[in-house]
């Protein structure tokens, strides 16, 4: 082990020392059914060397080992709580985690474990959660903002940013991924017999849920209302705040990511990346802004001519085919659609799931965001005529956030951003060319931004 000073970062802190990350806050999600409770990391700072430990490693850059990547069934390092008394139930399902553990450890090459704090229990006790719709929730425990190559600085989950064996190395928080599964839910373990009508396959969860985890996830969202009013990327700035009337900076709303992939195909033919979407609402105030109370914030908002575009893409996001994720490479017959089909919007549902019309029955079924009562994995990969759970389109998805596999061992890989790198006017500000009239929609923050990925028990016909 290199010893190294750390040093801790505190929110907007801006002094310049080489090699922290300046303007730029991690976030820690504890509890992915009660995302309200989205805090701030109280360390998100980069292990920083010394000079003389920076001379001295000069030398050695040539004799590097060579990274290997790690065993299937050491890949996923499980923090199970089992929340039921009954221990066959328990160790059931903690089988099955490994097992998904090991499925996706068989298609993407990690050379970092990643931690999951999992919890198996009863929702509607534990989490006031009694409808008995979400079978399982998750996130990423952590996300680390890193600067990609188009010099944007996006919240990585912390799984993937392991994986970029960034040196200096982050300050890492003890988990990658929360995930809670409902154990009140009439579930299917390997070994049962002949699943239930009714039942579903428990192993197909937890895969669907450690994707979402691993990086399935947008942060594109209906943030301001309980209708669907306006879709933005997530407005992270006001995460500390409590009440409406207190004052806020406007630092801008912050992508995922995925969302560096994510394209809108509103204008068929000419997609558009959702990225040019972020710089045009961002730019309704200046970044840095100080507005007198998350209101003001608000109401300038409402009141601006790029609240227009967010408005419009609320509506995107509630129809089909104008949302997708295009793959490294991909060519625009090979967009990966998103979940646009649902309306009203469901936050956790729409956008950060692929596509219910085109994948149910597809190869790709893994990632929609309902499962599919009655049917093992296994009768689900034969009846969609697919090889393994993790399918082509998701690989390739997988392959492009940054995760290596067989056939594409070197991924594309973000960097550790730096004061230099960090400022403002990177991003465009976005002229208007015609003045339309304000719209009259007040918003309001609920402070319950929710940044979970569910998968729901019903199933919606179209
Ligand atoms: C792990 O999850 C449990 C919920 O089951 C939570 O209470 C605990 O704080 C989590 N641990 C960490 C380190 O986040
Ligand atoms: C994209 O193409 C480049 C150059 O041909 C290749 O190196 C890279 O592995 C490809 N990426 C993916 C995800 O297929
Ligand atoms: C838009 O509105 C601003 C301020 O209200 C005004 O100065 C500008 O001339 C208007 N532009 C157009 C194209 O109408
Ligand atoms: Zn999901």
Same mark, same amino acid.
């Given at each position: 082990?290199?010893?190294?000073?750390?040093?801790?970062?505190?929110?907007?802190?801006?002094?310049?020392?080489?090699?922290?990350?300046?303007?730029?806050?991690?976030?820690?999600?504890?509890?992915?059914?009660?995302?309200?409770?989205?805090?701030?990391?109280?360390?998100?700072?980069?292990?920083?060397?010394?000079?003389?430990?920076?001379?001295?490693?000069?030398?050695?850059?040539?004799?590097?080992?060579?990274?290997?990547?790690?065993?299937?069934?050491?890949?996923?390092?499980?923090?199970? $709580?089992?929340?039921?008394?009954?221990?066959?139930?328990?160790?059931? /399902?903690?089988?099955?985690?490994?097992?998904?553990?090991?499925?996706?450890?068989?298609? @993407?090459?990690?050379?970092?474990?990643?931690?999951?704090?999992?919890?198996?229990?009863?929702?509607?006790?534990?989490?006031?959660?009694?409808?008995?719709?979400?079978?399982?929730?998750?996130? /990423?425990?952590?996300?680390?903002?890193?600067?990609?190559?188009?010099?944007?600085?996006?919240?990585?989950?912390?799984?993937?940013?392991?994986?970029?064996?960034?040196?200096?190395?982050?300050?890492?928080?003890?988990?990658? @991924?929360?995930?809670?599964?409902?154990?009140?839910?009439?579930?299917?373990?390997?070994?049962?017999?002949?699943?239930?009508?009714?039942?579903?396959?428990?192993?197909?969860?937890?895969?669907?849920?450690?994707?979402?985890?691993?990086?399935? /996830?947008?942060?594109?969202?209906?943030?301001?209302?309980?209708?669907?009013?306006?879709?933005?990327?997530?407005?992270?700035?006001?995460?500390?705040?409590?009440?409406?009337?207190?004052?806020?900076?406007?630092?801008?709303?912050?992508?995922?990511?995925?969302?560096?992939?994510?394209?809108?195909?509103?204008?068929?033919?000419?997609?558009?990346?959702?990225?040019?979407?972020?710089?045009? @609402?961002?730019?309704?105030?200046?970044?840095?802004?100080?507005?007198?109370?998350?209101?003001?914030?608000?109401?300038?908002?409402?009141?601006?001519?790029?609240?227009?575009?967010?408005?419009?893409?609320?509506?995107?996001?509630?129809?089909?085919?104008?949302?997708?994720?295009?793959?490294?490479?991909?060519?625009?017959?090979?967009?990966?659609?998103?979940?646009?089909?649902?309306?009203?919007?469901?936050?956790?549902? $729409? @956008?950060?799931?692929?596509?219910?019309?085109?994948?149910?029955?597809?190869?790709?079924?893994?990632?929609?965001?309902?499962?599919?009562?009655?049917?093992?994995?296994?009768?689900?990969?034969?009846?969609?005529?697919?090889?393994?759970?993790?399918?082509?389109?998701?690989?390739?998805?997988?392959?492009?956030?940054?995760?290596?596999?067989?056939?594409?061992?070197?991924?594309?890989?973000?960097?550790?951003?730096?004061?230099?790198?960090?400022?403002?006017?990177?991003?465009?500000?976005?002229?208007?060319?015609?003045?339309?009239?304000? $719209?009259?929609?007040?918003?309001?923050?609920?402070?319950?931004?929710?940044?979970?990925?569910?998968?729901? /028990?019903?199933?919606?016909?179209?």
């Amino acid at each position: 082990m290199k010893t190294s000073l750390s040093f801790i970062l505190f929110f907007l802190l801006t002094i310049s020392i080489d090699s922290i990350i300046v303007d730029a806050t991690c976030w820690e999600h504890p509890n992915p059914i009660k995302p309200f409770e989205k805090k701030i990391s109280s360390i998100c700072g980069l292990q920083k060397k010394t000079k003389d430990k920076l001379k001295a490693e000069v030398g050695k850059e040539s004799q590097k080992d060579e990274v290997h990547s790690l065993a299937a069934n050491e890949a996923f390092k499980f923090d199970f $709580s089992c929340g039921v008394p009954d221990k066959a139930l328990c160790t059931k /399902a903690e089988n099955a985690f490994k097992s998904a553990g090991e499925i996706i450890a068989n298609v @993407i090459n990690l050379v970092t474990p990643v931690t999951v704090n999992a919890t198996f229990t009863d929702f509607c006790k534990a989490l006031n959660e009694c409808d008995g719709s979400i079978l399982g929730a998750a996130s /990423a425990a952590r996300s680390i903002p890193l600067l990609d190559d188009d010099k944007v600085v996006r919240q990585y989950p912390q799984a993937l940013a392991k994986q970029f064996l960034l040196d200096p190395t982050p300050q890492w928080g003890p988990f990658d @991924i929360q995930a809670f599964f409902n154990a009140q839910a009439d579930l299917f373990f390997k070994g049962d017999g002949v699943i239930k009508k009714n039942q579903f396959d428990f192993e197909y969860i937890i895969l669907h849920e450690l994707i979402h985890g691993l990086g399935f /996830a947008s942060a594109w969202n209906n943030y301001f209302s309980e209708q669907p009013v306006a879709l933005t990327p997530d407005p992270n700035f006001l995460e500390m705040i409590t009440e409406l009337s207190q004052p806020v900076k406007f630092t801008g709303f912050e992508e995922n990511a995925f969302d560096k992939y994510m394209v809108n195909t509103r204008v068929k033919g000419t997609p558009k990346r959702m990225t040019e979407f972020t710089n045009e @609402i961002n730019s309704f105030a200046e970044i840095g802004t100080d507005f007198p109370s998350v209101q003001a914030l608000l109401n300038a908002f409402g009141d601006s001519r790029q609240f227009q575009t967010s408005s419009q893409l609320i509506l995107d996001g509630q129809t089909p085919k104008t949302m997708a994720f295009q793959p490294r490479n991909a060519s625009l017959n090979d967009l990966v659609f998103l979940e646009t089909n649902l309306k009203p919007f469901r936050i956790g549902s $729409s @956008i950060s799931h692929m596509d219910i019309k085109t994948f149910d029955n597809d190869p790709d079924f893994l990632e929609v965001f309902n499962a599919k009562p009655g049917q093992t994995l296994d009768q689900v990969l034969k009846a969609t005529g697919g090889k393994a759970p993790i399918g082509p389109k998701l690989k390739s998805v997988l392959e492009t956030l940054g995760y290596a596999t067989n056939e594409n061992p070197n991924p594309y890989r973000p960097t550790l951003p730096s004061d230099s790198q960090v400022t403002p006017s990177q991003i465009p500000i976005w002229k208007s060319t015609n003045n339309q009239s304000s $719209s009259a929609t007040s918003l309001t923050s609920s402070f319950n931004v929710l940044s979970l990925f569910v998968i729901v /028990a019903f199933t919606l016909s179209f």
